[in-house]
């Protein structure tokens, strides 16, 4: 249950500044990136509660370069994130779902310190059916000289070298959700206010996980490890006693990981043979997996591919897809458990 936080009221704004105090050389200018997208946070929440009245539903006709269909909401959050960030001289590059490329900052304006990965809308499908989106962020500090245009090597970085990360999740109440690596604290919109209120302070999973989140339709695609593993969920075999976790999937990935990061649980999207495309599953490395697994372990769980560390994972490109076990830090120990026993050393 949200914390009445002694019924202080402390705004994410507040909240991000008190932050601010564990980095003494810190310029602020961290600080002002996290408050701008808290500000994109606002922006797009305010359309997507809108969806079902405006003309923001539906498809645009264009696809990403995911070959996804892409809908409006994508198209606004997207160039919400962009525009609110590309001249505040913070940024050196961005990187987006929706971009085939890293996106450079206009030559207009100055280049600073820190990169901004981020997937606009994930779950954009579900947004005509009213289920629970999300925006997801990740920050990197630049490794190319200060001064100059931001280049591909700031972007491939591993998750371990992330400096925040965090999510905006749209649903019954739209909720910020971040870390500095200070713990997770979660900020619940306050909509008359138009204010992210600290509602979650120091969010850590519960040791009980209640729930597993995958998608069993892709059963007869994995690899024997991997069936052996949900087999395992499904049934706590070897454990002293069965392991009572309930199915949640929504297909929203944000929607399922916080339900999970609050309630205890594991979220999987394994690596199948559906998709010759997508060896290594659906999810994305840099701008979904990465900013997740960089809560999970802030919140005291765990992220892996199966068989290393998500956050020690180094991307190979922009748009990389990883396999993912995220949630229950046990859980994701018994999947490479079974991944290494089952499917042998793999590639
Ligand atoms: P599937 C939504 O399209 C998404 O990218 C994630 O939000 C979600 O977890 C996943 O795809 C669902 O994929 O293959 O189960 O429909």
Redesign the pocket.
Known sequence: MPSSNSGQITTIERHILDQQHHYPDASGALTNLLYDLALCGKIIASKVIQAGLMDVLGKTGLQNVQG?EVQKLDEFADETIFKLNDHTGRLAVMGSEEHDEIIPIPKKYKTGKYVLLYDPL?????IDVNVSVGSIFAIFKRKSPEGTPGTLEDVLQPGRDLVAAGYIIYGSSTMLVYSTGQGVHGFTLNRMLGEFLLSHPNIRTPEKPKYYSV?QA?EPYWSPGVLRYVRYLQTGEGEPEKLGLSLR?I????A?FHRNLLNGGLFC?PADRKDPKKPGG??RLLYEAAPLAFLAEQAGGAATDGRQRILDIAPASLHQRVPLYIGDKKLCEKAEQYIQKYDGAGA
């Open positions: 996804e994930d779950g954009s499908s579900n998608n892709y999937y297909g929203s990935l944000v399922d999207y659906k999810l």
